[in-house]
């Protein structure tokens, strides 16, 4: 194909990815008399086909799977809920119903797991793409070290009404779901390198997770069992983080989240038009994590050798697009760095990220737009 074709045919590409990124589908929500929370249409469905012009497609030793999750309210069960999550494999461009304990066997030392959790008003089809974004970066960094990818889908669709209480009740769920993500995550390979990739409410999705991991309660309830010490640590990467700016200190409500990772990206933008109304949320005005970094960071004690604070707002702007923030150099870098297993521990925080040197943004650009 002509270069110049190929170039085009790309833009339109990313261009369609954006679009799809702003369709939602209208999601009611109500609450039975028991206090649990029903939500309207199938679930557990077969995801769709990976569209035809994707990104890439997986080398021989990659894997992708995809974990669903159901509908949870405040009044249910969440290790009962976490038992009737839904796993598919991608088999041939297809997804074939799979079972837990294949995914869990496909968590090996040799392999780095990366696990992807989308943020608010994304259906399915987009959080696969998100996940293929997430690959197309790691892929020409990785070698010839095999990836698996594991998409969680959570029910985020846009609900009726005033937009606030959308955004309460999926700020709300995505604690919640953040139960069934540590569930599952207590169950893999303790010598295995997982790595968690969270956008916007996905990245709250991911510091529940990891606070329920290290001992403490997700909405008043906690994991069976003793606290399961990792050879391994998790690393997490949170890109425009939708969760309170303080919450990762010691007795917060994600305090013992840091207990569970050796490092942890946290990008940033003052900019972004939606963190910058997170404060709405909350009678006490928080702000988002993902607008200025950390608050009362120094509360971390050595913990905080562990973050690295990312600024993107040079390549991000206003925007909160995950189509935009996947293009940011941070973003890259964490990916292909700190999501690789790659590279020593962090000295400091607030380290820029967009020092890359040409030729690794040569490396990211150039088969995303000739492939």
Known sequence: MNPFVAVTHRIRTVVAAAALLSIV???????AGDGHTDCSGPEKDRPQVIPYDCLCELRPQDQMWLVQSECVGCGDLLEESAKRLG???????????????????AVTPEAVTILVVHGNRTDEATAVQMTWDVYSRAVVAAGDRPLRMVVWSWPSEKIRGRPMTDFVIKAARSDLIGYHVGWLLRQFDKNAPVSLVGFSYGARVITSALHGLGGGEIQGQSFSGPVIKRKTPFRAVLIAAGLHDYWLSPGQHHGRAMSQVDRMVVTTDPCDWILKRYHRLDCGCPQALGLWGLSGSEQL?????????????????RDHKWSVYICALGVVEA????ALFQGARFDTVGASALNLAPVTAALVWLPLLFQ
Request: hydrophobic fraction near 45%; aromatic fraction near 6%.
């Open 25 to 31: 589908t209208a999601t009611t929500v109500v609450t």
């Open 87 to 105: 796993y598919w494999q991608l088999v041939k461009d297809q997804w074939q119903p799979a079972a837990r304990p294949e995914l869990i066997a």
């Open 301 to 317: 004690g050595a913990e905080l050798a562990k973050v690295r604070q990312v600024d993107v707002s040079d390549d991000v702007g």
């Open 335 to 338: 990916i292909q760095q700190d």
